[in-house]
């Protein structure tokens, strides 16, 4: 059995925790029932010794198996994972989302996505990365009654990603605290609007509309101060014609989509500018996550 979960870029400027959308990077997992319990790591995260143990996968993958079968049974985990730690493109929501569905599948029930996803948010309480993780596309996601509502949208093979991944981590719980407290109503007003002006464009793909509307006033400039160069990662990308350029998620990866036949060129301007990052161009996802039994 294989489970597969794609990587995700979630607020694309204004939308803080609401907006989201699949990547074409994916984090596998295969396992069978074993006397003994063992974890084995290919890709990101293979040389990280925390990783071996009780990791934030095996921590959830036993609390639904025991809950859904109560037995106690071992498992030898294999991972290949492609999604890189910490820098802003959903890890944690893409192990959150494998080790649930894992689970299910290991006790043998049968579960829609949709309920895995309400079953995510216990662990991730904000749904802009684990509803794009578990649906693929661009979705705009809201909180109910810990319930998630959301709203996907299909996206096109001629526009791509490209991502500029720091060689630094951003840890999203501590990045959460740099924010501010409150908000002016001015403010208020510009994200709300901005943020349903970029829902508009992705609806319509009306792409030429998008480097106005995810203009953000809520998060990225406080949490770049941390990794000045995003600020000129932001500007090489618009210099060079991307039609959008957003820190991802709570960064350190800066997310920029393009034109197919523009992203090469981008993606060759910001890694003569930025050695030291790794540039991606990436397909858009739009299967979210994948068994195959
Ligand atoms: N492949 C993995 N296996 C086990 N745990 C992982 C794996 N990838 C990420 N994690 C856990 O998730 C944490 C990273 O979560 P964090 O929210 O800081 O980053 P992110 O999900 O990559 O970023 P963002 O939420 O901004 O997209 C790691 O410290 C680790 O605990
Ligand atoms: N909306 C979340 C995404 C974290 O990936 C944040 O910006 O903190």
Wanted: proline share 4%; hydrophobic share 40%.
């Amino acid at each position: 059995m294989i489970i597969s979960v794609p990587g995700t870029s979630a607020n694309l400027g204004p939308g803080f925790d609401s907006l989201g959308l699949a990547v074409e990077l994916r984090n596998k997992v295969e396992f069978h029932p074993s006397k003994f319990f063992s974890v084995s790591i290919k890709g990101e995260g293979e040389n990280n010794p925390r990783l071996k143990g009780n990791n934030l996968f095996v921590g959830i993958f036993n609390d639904h198996y025991s809950r859904l079968t109560q037995k106690k049974q071992n498992f030898k985990f294999t991972f290949y994972n492609q999604i890189p730690m910490s820098r802003g493109l959903g890890s944690s929501s893409a192990v959150i989302v494998s080790a649930i569905a894992s689970a299910h599948e290991a006790a043998g029930i049968r579960v829609s996505k949709r309920r895995i996803l309400n079953h995510a948010l216990v662990y991730e309480s904000h749904p802009d990365n684990i509803t794009p993780a578990v649906m693929g596309g661009f979705n705009v996601a809201a909180v109910e009654k810990n319930k998630v509502f959301s709203q996907k949208k299909h996206l096109p093979s001629y526009i791509k990603a490209i991502v500029t991944i720091p060689n630094k981590p951003i840890n999203t719980s501590k990045a959460r605290t740099l924010l501010p407290k409150s908000y002016s109503k001015e403010n208020a007003i510009f994200n709300l609007s901005h943020t349903a002006l970029t829902v508009g464009a992705f609806f319509n793909e009306d792409w030429e509309m998008l480097k106005l509307a995810t203009q953000d006033r809520f998060h990225q400039k406080a949490r770049m101060k941390i990794l000045p160069e995003l600020f000129s990662v932001q500007k090489t990308a618009y210099e060079s014609g991307a039609l959008m350029s957003t820190l991802s998620g709570s960064g350190s990866t800066f997310f920029s989509m393009a034109y197919d036949e523009d992203a090469a060129m981008i993606a060759n301007k910001l890694s003569q500018k930025f050695p030291d990052f790794i540039v991606k161009i990436l397909d858009f996802d739009n299967d979210g996550l994948i068994i195959e039994r």
